[in-house]
């Protein structure tokens, strides 16, 4: 069975720092990748995409994929209150498969 | 991405009834998804709704319980038919943009079954 795994936390930043979030896959013909960022209540909000091995910077987030690992991580920099969420790690060979997200708090 | 919204946002049904969810995008999309994210779960494919011909569903998952259309390339619905209170969920669409591989989530649907 093909498996993406999150820790679930919570995950506890100070307002400032790096958060740093990780995922595990299974599947080893997985070729897409993506964080999502889930508010209460609030439907999945696609944050970052990655298919290359190595970093993807878009403004404070950097994705990290290494395929040889079967792993692939998000880092939050500056991390904000606002950045208080439940990050959902999904990774598609043929489906997307969702890990079960790591909820994040960032505390002033 | 693409402005997608869903009717009803959320909905109280009596045990032994159905609902339809509807889903709609501003624009054409090749794909289009059907999903559950149970309370504290997290998200899982129902089926993929295909244009044109019967929707392809997951494992756990059948045509009888959870009817999908696609009429066409913006619009879909999903049935959740005869509920009982382990339906109480929330559902989400969510599309593919013919430009790419990454899928955007409608608001959701959330289902409380009594």
């Known amino acids: 069975q093909k498996e993406v795994e999150q820790n679930s936390g919570p995950l506890s930043v100070p307002e400032g720092a790096i958060a740093s979030l990780n995922c595990t896959y299974s599947?080893?013909?997985?070729?897409?990748f993506f964080w999502y960022r889930q508010y209460s209540g609030k439907s999945p909000e696609l944050i970052m995409f990655?298919?290359?091995?190595g970093d993807k910077e878009d403004g404070r987030f950097t994705a990290q994929l290494n395929k040889a690992s079967q792993y692939v991580s998000l880092l939050i920099r500056d991390s904000q209150p606002s950045d208080s969420a439940t990050y959902l790690c999904?990774?598609?060979?043929?489906?997307?498969?969702f890990g079960q997200g790591t909820e994040l708090s960032v505390k002033p | 991405s693409a402005v997608i919204s869903q009717k009803p946002s959320r909905d109280i049904c009596q045990r032994g009834t159905s609902l339809t969810i509807q889903c709609q995008v501003d624009?054409?999309?090749?794909?289009m998804f059907w999903y559950r994210q149970q309370p504290g779960q997290s998200l899982t494919l129902i089926a993929t709704?295909?244009?044109?011909?019967?929707?392809?569903?997951e494992s756990g998952f059948v045509i009888d319980k959870f009817p999908i259309s696609r009429p066409n390339l913006t619009f879909s619905t999903l049935t959740v038919s005869n509920m009982s209170p382990e339906d109480s969920s929330i559902y989400l669409c969510?599309?593919?943009?013919?430009?790419?591989?990454?899928?955007?989530f409608g608001p959701g649907t959330r289902l409380t079954v009594t």
């Open positions: 969510s599309v593919e943009l013919p430009q790419g591989n990454e899928q955007y």
């Open positions: 599947d080893r013909g997985s070729q897409s």
């Open positions: 990655i298919y290359s091995n």
């Open positions: 999904a990774v598609r060979g043929g489906k997307l498969i």
């Open positions: 624009s054409q999309v090749t794909m």
């Open positions: 709704a295909n244009q044109g011909s019967e929707a392809t569903y």
